[in-house]
C-alpha cells in the first residue's frame, strides 16, 4: 500500500532555532502533499498544501514566512519551522494522496512531535 | 457549529464487543467520506475510504454513510484490545484533496 515517511519522529530545539521535517513518499509521486498540525488531543488542522515545483497554498492564520514549505520533487515535501518558539511546539503530520485526482485517499506519515525550550 | 462533529468519547467496550462510531457534518458538498485509526503519538492510518450511500465491510470494519442524513458511521466487530486508539472521521468535496476532520473518537477496549 502506500506509504509515506516523515523524518524526524521527534525533535527538541531551542528558542529560535529553525527546525526541518521532511516527507517523503515512498512508493509513490505524489505532485500535492498537505502538512497538518495537531495539539494534544485535538484534531488535525491543515496548516498548508504543497505543490511539487510551484508555491505552497497556506491556511488562513498560517504564517508562511514561519513555516516554510518546499516540494522540490515528486517524492519530497519539506517543512521548515523558521525561528522556532514554545508555542510551536506541536505534532506536524504531512499526508500525500496515493494517486493523482480528485478521488484518492490521503495517507499519513507517523510525523514529528517538536518541542521547543 | 464544526462542519464535522464527532463525540470525543471516551468509549469503553469490552473485548469482543461492537464499536459504534460516528459522525455528523454540515456541507452536503462533502462527497467522500474516510475514518482513520490513530495510535499515540503516531499518524493515522486510512480504514474505510466510501464515497456512496450505504454500507462498505472490509474484514472487521464496516463503514456506513447516510447523505441525506448527512450521517456516516463505523462499526468494528470483534473488538480486541489493539483496536484501542482514537478514531477520526474524515470528509472531502468532490473536487481536490482537502480533508475537514472530525475531532476524533477516543475508544477503549477492555480485556
Same mark, same amino acid.
Given at each position: 500500500g502506500a506509504v509515506v515517511s516523515q523524518h524526524p519522529s521527534w525533535v527538541i530545539c531551542k528558542s529560535g532555532t529553525s527546525v526541518k521535517i521532511e516527507c517523503r513518499s515512498l512508493d509513490f509521486q505524489a505532485t500535492t502533499m498537505f502538512w497538518y498540525r495537531q495539539f494534544p488531543k485535538q484534531s488535525l488542522m491543515l496548516m498548508a498544501t504543497s505543490n511539487e515545483g510551484s508555491k505552497a497554498t497556506y491556511e488562513q492564520g498560517v504564517e508562511k514566512d514561519k513555516f516554510l514549505i518546499n516540494h /522540490? &520533487?515528486?517524492?519530497l515535501s519539506t517543512l521548515t519551522v523558521t &525561528? /522556532?518558539?514554545?508555542? $510551536? %511546539?506541536s505534532f506536524y503530520i504531512c499526508s500525500a494522496p496515493s494517486?493523482?485526482? $480528485? =478521488?484518492s485517499p490521503l495517507h499519513f506519515g507517523n510525523g514529528t512531535r517538536l518541542t521547543v525550550t | 457549529q464544526k462542519e464535522v462533529e464527532q463525540d470525543p468519547g471516551p468509549l469503553s467496550v469490552p473485548e469482543g464487543a461492537i464499536v459504534s462510531l460516528n459522525c455528523t457534518y &454540515? =456541507? %452536503? /458538498?462533502?462527497?467522500y467520506f474516510m475514518w482513520y485509526r490513530q495510535y499515540s503519538r503516531k499518524g493515522p492510518e486510512l480504514l474505510m475510504y466510501t464515497y456512496s450511500s450505504g454500507n462498505k465491510e472490509d474484514g472487521r470494519f464496516t463503514a456506513q454513510v447516510d447523505k441525506s442524513s448527512k450521517y456516516i458511521s463505523l462499526f468494528i466487530r470483534d473488538s480486541q484490545p489493539s483496536d484501542s486508539a482514537t478514531y477520526l472521521c474524515a470528509m472531502k468535496e468532490a473536487a481536490g484533496n482537502k480533508l475537514t476532520f472530525g475531532g476524533g473518537t477516543r475508544v477503549l477496549v477492555k480485556p
Open positions: /522540490a &520533487s515528486l517524492t &525561528s /522556532a518558539h514554545p508555542e $510551536d %511546539s494517486r493523482q485526482g $480528485d =478521488n | &454540515s =456541507n %452536503s /458538498a462533502f462527497q
